[in-house]
């Protein structure tokens, strides 16, 4: 590449990362997905990627594995099983403080097995609508869903996007990355409960829960146990090592067939803007990648970052959670992908992005786009500023990646 071109990467990298890492900004008022499409059709006209190059850059299986854990998350919200299992929890719960309990364990399950993201979008209505009517303090509850949500997620190759990423990027088998870091997200989801409950303390022992003589939301059960069944046929087929992405899309594709619904309203469900941002992210990533300048960074960094497996582990894992906060975790992922086989412990180091880049994600509102569809998805009943947020996403972040980086070199 020449320099001219290389120079015109860059700039456009920096350019699409200010928009995407930023809030909107006035004269160019484009949202993350906008901002990504923008920085590939510059690369593009610029001449710096050819339009080949960039249908080659895009990591299509991402692709296809998002939109199949997307069809299946959808089929479990048209069965109305997120608005059942809301109201649900608020009849077993008896107490403030064991709903916020059951809040967290529920995300976090949830976020494992489904794309974090899609949990938030269906859940955050039916969380504040629960809460209104259960007359229950909202702050306490939204930051439980929002940060248990990237907890939990951290669990399984399909939690979020990071992983599903890594796990295309690193070949780690799907049972293997599961047996390590489902106990790192357990440790983090039980201090998260403890922070909140500490911090919360007199609002969570002040209220009280008040139920709704409305009945509970209908569940078609006929749908829930066809998607469930479904869901529990791919993930068998992750763990039998099976490709993840083609898995995924015959299970979405599967439900489609069998469940009989308009697919049309299926598919209106799928989060298209998410798989158009990543797309276009590929290819952005992939031109900066070609200048050569992510393996100079990692050249410079090489001596930071130790010579043993342990110093290794820690010093990526504080470098990750600082770049996810600057530059958002997912491209973050995209360049630090490069330089993982050049550790001493690769499989290892693939755990140590993940666990860093999705911990991180629940330092500040802006960690994570769980964390922004939460708190905008709420703000008709409830305003949580950045500093409402970061007094308790900052600690949080904090003691659960110390304590699930000990976990994760314990168990290896």
């Known amino acids: 590449m020449s320099n001219t071109k290389e120079i015109l990467a860059i700039g456009i990298f920096a350019f699409t990362y ?24 510059l690369m593009v006209v610029s001449g710096v990627m050819t339009p080949e190059e960039a249908y080659r850059a895009v990591d299509y ?8 854990m997307m069809l299946i998350a959808a089929y479990f919200g048209m069965a109305g ?42 859940l955050t209505p039916l969380v504040v609508t629960v809460m209104v009517r259960g007359r229950l303090p909202l702050p306490p509850y939204l930051l439980a869903l929002a940060m248990s949500a990237n907890l939990g997620s ?3 190759l399909v939690g ?3 992983n599903i990423m890594i796990g295309n990027l690193s070949k780690l088998p799907f049972i293997e990355f599961a047996r390590t870091m489902t106990p790192v997200a357990v440790v983090g989801l039980a201090i998260q409960y403890a922070v909140l409950r500490v911090g919360f303390r007199k609002t969570l022992r002040s209220a009280r829960i008040e139920l709704s003589d409305s009945p509970t939301p209908p569940l078609d059960y006929k749908l829930v146990r066809l998607t469930g069944a479904v869901l529990l046929l791919v993930f068998g087929g992750f763990i039998a090592g099976f490709d993840l992405a083609w898995t995924a899309l015959a299970g979405g594709a599967l439900i489609m067939v069998l469940a009989r619904r308009d697919t049309h309203e299926v598919l209106k469900l799928v989060d298209w803007h998410l798989l158009v941002f990543f797309a276009a992210l590929f290819v952005v990533v992939e031109s900066l990648n070609k200048t050569g300048l992510p393996d100079q960074i990692y050249g410079h960094l090489r001596g930071v970052f130790g010579t043993d497996v342990t110093s290794q582990a820690w010093n990526l894992a504080w470098f990750s959670a600082a770049g996810s906060n600057i530059f958002s975790n997912v491209p973050f992922v995209l360049v630090a992908g490069k330089w993982i086989p050049n550790f001493l412990n690769p499989p290892l180091m693939w755990k140590v992005l993940a666990l860093a880049t999705t911990f991180a994600g629940n330092l500040t509102i802006l960690g994570s786009v769980a964390n ?30 110390i304590a699930g980086m000990f976990v994760l070199l314990l168990l290896g």
């Not at 200010?18 to 059709?41: D, F, N």
């Not at 299986?61 to 199949?68: K, P, R």
Request: charged content about 15%; proline content about 5%.
């Open 18 to 41: 200010l928009l995407i890492s930023g809030r909107r900004l006035k004269i160019l008022p484009l949202y993350r997905p906008a901002a990504a499409l923008l920085g590939t059709v």
């Open 154 to 156: 951290v669990a399984t």
């Open 372 to 401: 922004i569809i939460v708190v905008e998805s709420a703000r008709g009943h409830c305003e949580i500023g950045f500093w409402d947020y970061a007094k308790f996403g900052v600690p949080i972040t904090i003691l659960t990646s």
């Open 160 to 162: 979020n996007p990071q």
């Open 61 to 68: 299986d991402t692709i296809v594995l998002l939109l199949g």
């Open 81 to 122: 099983f997120f608005s059942w299992a809301a109201e649900w929890i608020l009849r077993a719960a008896k107490t403030p403080q064991r709903l916020l309990l059951y809040l967290i364990i529920t995300s976090g399950t949830l976020s494992a097995v489904l794309v974090n993201d899609t949990v938030c979008l269906m």
